[in-house]
């Protein structure tokens, strides 16, 4: 069984830097995408950010220059860095795998998801 767990969501205000963590288990990481994805309340589910195999990034226009994704390997782990958050950042951040992460468009759908961890932004 795969399993996919995010933690480091929380409160933050306006201009201020979040590091969100993602671990997975029960496949082999190294030649899996990852992508991180975020819906706030009654809005569409979007996909922020991906990271493909190859270590190759794409981002959504509105987050390019502010978030960083990452990898780790060794420890099964993707990272996503928030900094200069704004109010409209907020949302629940979603972890994902089984994705396609090439050199144009972000996914808009994976196999595997975690439960979540929710950002807030005050102003």
């Known amino acids: 069984q795969v399993q996919v767990a995010e933690s480091g969501g929380g409160s933050v205000q306006a201009g201020g830097s979040l590091k969100l963590s993602c671990t997975v288990s029960?496949?082999?990481?190294?030649?899996?995408?990852m992508g991180w994805f975020r819906q706030a309340p009654s809005r569409e589910r979007e996909a922020v950010s991906c990271?493909?195999?190859?270590?190759?990034?794409l981002y959504e226009d509105s987050v390019k220059g502010r978030f960083t994704i990452s990898r780790d390997n060794a420890k099964n782990t993707v990272y996503l860095q928030l900094n200069s958050l704004k109010p409209e950042d907020t949302a629940m951040y979603y972890c994902?795998?089984?994705?396609?992460?090439?050199?144009?468009?972000?996914?808009?759908?994976?196999?595997?998801w975690g439960q979540g961890t929710q950002v807030t932004v005050s102003s």
């Open positions: 994902a795998t089984g994705l396609p992460c090439g050199d144009v468009s972000l996914p808009t759908s994976a196999t595997y």
């Open positions: 029960g496949l082999s990481f190294t030649y899996y995408a």
């Open positions: 990271i493909s195999s190859k270590h190759n990034e």
